[in-house]
């Protein structure tokens, strides 16, 4: 569904990714996992066309994706849920749905969606009129993921969606990005918690200093005795 | 939002000055302009053109002053033709009110610019970049209305005439070349005062705190009290200024000191590039001669600067400086026979 | 009294769309545009000219006026403003001082030095309401102001351009990752600030010749009402500019009015020294 060949990012002068290469199989939930600092969100963002690859190409249902705009890209059928949740503060969660519909041809769709996302978070429905500013972190992620789902996507990228959240809440997180892939959206992990994410992905692969150096299913690497490096960023 | 731009944006490293070496290419490059601009009067012909000259200096000396606070610290201080403006004033009052020698009046006029910097910088150097800018801002209107009121000292609108001009060993100075001369030898000493800060560790501190006043802070830096050093030399330079403008022309009313003119001012900064000093030089120079180069075009002129200005910001966004520095590095990289890529 | 109150409001009125509209932009885009002003004092020759020069119907020329204004503003974000994206703020903002300045002599060139003055709107007859006595165009200036203002809180909450409006100043590469069309949103608010200021040039036309300083001098005085209000809010730079004509008047009345330019910059010192946050303060999520 999405492949990156030989994806090299740097900022200035110095090489964030080096010539990263890996497939996302579609429909199954994938995990990239990686220390601090290994190059996970700058994938992501060279993904979603937020910085350009300096080298490779990135092909999305076999089309080169590679140099086009962010908002061509999310119109093709990819959400990226930005690390810190990135929620409009000042809209209320009803207008901040609404707009994430922008992309969208089908203005029929929306409302069975809202009534989907609501489905998968009853509290965004009890917060509808709340503006974004005043709804806790777990909220804000939960919104953050309503958000990116209402522009239906085909493949659905997270990033950090646990971080900075109450273990209960984390729990309550996954399984609904558990339940949105169970109904046919592709799903890609960015995680630190890497015992989170291979608790969830079928896929997993592992970035240490923007190299990528483990790739298979999860279940191979669970064995693989280099993960213990990945975990330490070493 | 901002940690969170930070966290998303491309990280940078912080920039630190070097002690740099004695520059052979910037030594040379001063030696030349000062070359032209002891010269410059045998070579202009005509008096209009002498006119022109004779004030360059002045913008020089204005805009390297505002250079301090907005150049190497990096804060947007919107009030520099007020402190201009004091200084006019208070030299102008001491010389046709107690009939002050012209020195003695240009010292006293600094130490009032300098009170009124140092009440409106402890007032406001703690407010962050927009709001700092407001706040001068309005300090320049205030003062503005103030010169305009208060009519039995300042003479209101009608301003102040028959200001005597600077005397200099018992000579009266008088005529456009000697000015330009009296001009020049100030923005000489200004550049050079300019420089010696710059290099010194008050001026690495001040470049420190426009690059980001809480690492500076973290390291150590008082940013406060710096800027605030800052803010009063600025003042101090316009003030000088201030007193030789107003000697020279006799006759100062208050719209000359207006915000207006505090933006042509921040302008010749911008185009110079913040913290270059040469860039500045030549920013403060092109762009008070800039009016009357394109004034062959009647009408369109004013319309063609403020196009031109637009155009440079968006041509050289580091100003003349960070082309000039850009252009040097390439020179040297050619001349140490290393290909440009 | 009361007589002041109107006229200090209304006054405030054009303020406050001055201050909106220069809101707008600093929401979505982050940059104080200096040349707002200069699209005020557009909006007032533009307005003058149509009305008494060209003597079109007072509507249509409003209308005209808008739209001609709103182009500008449309134009500065293709010109000015997008060349310099990812530049820092301050070169945006300097580079609009620039603007302003090439808007300013446009003006000259066009209208050449004399200030234009457009005729009375609808009719001399004083009307006298309460004790007060306003002139119908004083009236007619608040009904416009008003409505402009009602219009544009339904757009900015009712609309889905609104909502992306606020969605692009909350969070713009939030509202990139979405699919929104950042690019054309801005621009679009852009232009949207150039209509609700040509509209207030337009209004303010009939009180004041049309000179092409006017702008440069209202403008300063919005930055108090914006920093009244706090930085970043539309309903406080409403409040903000309603209340600085309310405190200019009344302080020219009662306490000098030789400082009647002043109050504006008293004020907005003593905000900044006392309350940098504005007197409502900053909803979180503000930008600043």
């Not at chain 1, 601090?36 to 060279?46: E, P, Q, Y």
């Not at chain 2, 947007?76 to 004033?89: Q, R, T, V």
């Not at chain 3, 982050?30 to 007072?58: C, R, Y």
Request: contains cysteine.
């Amino acid at each position: 569904m999405l492949e990156l060949r030989q994806v090299t990012v740097a900022y200035g002068a110095s090489p964030v990714l080096h010539s990263v290469s890996f497939e996302v199989p579609s429909g199954a939930c994938s995990a990239l996992i990686g220390a601090n600092g290994a190059g996970k969100t700058t994938t992501l963002r060279a993904i979603s066309g937020l910085v350009r690859p300096r080298q490779g190409q990135i092909l999305f249902e076999g089309q080169d994706i590679t140099n086009w705009a962010p908002e061509r890209i999310t119109a093709a059928g990819i959400s990226h849920v930005p690390e810190g949740r990135r929620i409009f503060a000042g809209l209320t969660v009803l207008e901040n749905l609404e707009v994430a519909t922008t992309p969208r041809k089908d203005r029929s769709g929306v409302k069975s969606d809202l009534v989907q996302v609501y489905t998968l978070f009853p509290r965004l429905h009890e917060r509808r009129t709340q503006l974004g500013w005043s709804l806790s972190g777990g909220e804000q992620q939960m919104l953050a993921i309503g958000r990116a789902i209402m522009a239906r996507p085909r493949l659905l990228m997270l990033d950090e969606a646990s971080l900075g959240l109450a273990p209960l809440v984390v729990v309550e997180v996954y399984k609904a990005i558990q339940e949105i892939n169970r109904q046919g959206i592709t799903v890609l992990l960015v995680e630190q918690n890497v015992s989170l994410a291979m608790r969830l992905a079928q896929w997993s692969y592992a970035l240490q200093r923007g190299v990528l150096t483990l790739s298979g299913t999860t279940n191979d690497l669970k064995n693989d005795p280099r993960l213990r490096e990945v975990y330490l960023g070493a | 939002m901002n940690e969170l731009a930070t966290k998303f944006n491309v990280p940078q490293a912080p920039s630190r000055m070097k002690g740099s070496p004695p520059d052979r290419w910037s030594q040379i490059g001063w030696a030349a302009a000062l070359g032209v601009a002891l010269l410059l009067p045998v070579l202009l012909t005509t008096r209009y053109q002498m006119t022109l000259a004779s004030n360059l200096g002045m913008y020089v000396l204005l805009a390297v002053g505002l250079n301090f606070i907005y150049g190497y610290a990096g804060q947007m201080a919107f009030c520099h033709a007020a402190f201009w403006g004091i200084g006019a004033y208070a030299s102008a009052i001491f010389a046709t009110k107690f009939a002050m020698n012209f020195w003695v009046g240009m010292a006293a006029a600094a130490v009032v610019t300098l009170l009124v910097a140092l009440a409106l910088g402890a007032a406001t150097l703690r407010l962050k970049f927009y709001y700092f800018g407001l706040a001068t801002m309005g300090a320049g209107e205030i003062i503005h209305t103030v010169i305009v009121n208060w009519e039995n000292v300042t003479g209101g609108v009608g301003g102040i005439t028959r200001i005597p001009p600077p005397t200099l060993f018992g000579h009266a100075l008088s005529g456009e070349k000697e000015f330009y001369y009296f001009w020049l030898a100030f923005a000489l000493i200004g550049i050079f005062v300019a420089h010696r800060i710059e290099k010194s560790r008050f001026g690495r501190s001040l470049i420190a705190i426009r690059e980001g006043e809480s690492s500076a802070e973290a390291m150590g830096v008082p940013a406060f009290s710096r800027k605030l050093l800052a803010l009063c030399l600025s003042a101090i330079y316009a003030s000088v200024a201030g007193s030789i403008f107003a000697s020279q022309t006799a006759f100062i009313s208050p719209e000359s000191f207006t915000t207006h003119t505090t933006i042509t001012f921040v302008l010749m900064v911008i185009v110079g590039g913040r913290g270059s000093l040469p860039g500045i030089t030549v920013g403060a120079i092109v762009l008070s001669l800039l009016p009357e180069l394109l004034r062959g075009l009647k009408q369109y002129y004013m319309l063609l600067y403020g196009i031109a200005i637009v155009v440079l910001i968006i041509v050289w966004p580091n100003g003349l400086g960070g082309a000039l520095s850009k252009l040097s590095k390439q020179v040297r990289s050619i001349a140490k026979g290393g290909a440009q890529p | 009294m009361l007589e002041l109150a109107l006229r200090g409001l209304i006054t405030g009125g054009v303020y406050a769309l001055l201050a909106v509209s220069l809101i707008l932009i600093w929401n979505a885009s982050g940059v104080v545009n200096f040349a707002q002003g200069e699209w005020l004092m557009f909006g007032a020759f533009i307005g003058a000219w149509l009305v008494s020069k060209l003597h079109i119907n007072v509507v249509l020329a409003l209308l005209l006026t808008a739209l001609l204004v709103g182009a500008l503003g449309y134009l500065l974000e293709v010109t000015t403003y997008h060349p310099l994206r990812g530049q820092p703020h301050k070169s945006q903002v300097i580079a609009t001082i620039g603007v302003s300045v090439a808007l300013e002599n446009l003006a000259m060139v066009i209208w050449g030095v004399y200030p234009i003055s457009m005729p009375p709107l609808f009719g001399k007859e004083p009307i006298h309401f309460l004790g007060a006595t306003l002139l119908p165009q004083e009236i007619g200036i608040s009904v416009v102001t008003i409505l402009l203002l009602g219009v544009l809180g339904l757009v900015m909450t009712r609309t889905m351009f609104g909502k992306q409006v606020r969605a692009v100043s909350n969070d713009e590469q939030a509202a990139q990752l979405l699919g929104l069309p950042v690019n054309r949103i801005l621009r679009l608010t852009f232009a949207a600030s150039g209509v609700i200021a040509g509209i207030a040039g337009f209004l303010v036309a009939p009180l004041y010749f049309a000179t092409t300083t006017m702008g440069a001098s209202l403008l300063l005085k919005t930055f108090a009402a914006v920093v009244v209000g706090g930085f970043g809010s539309i309903p406080g730079a409403l409040v903000g500019g309603f209340s600085l004509g309310l405190i200019e008047i009344f302080a020219t009345n009662y306490i000098s009015s030789a400082y009647k330019d002043a109050y504006a910059f008293i004020i907005l010192m003593a905000v900044l020294i006392v309350r940098p946050g504005g007197i409502f303060g900053e909803r979180v999520g503000d930008k600043v």
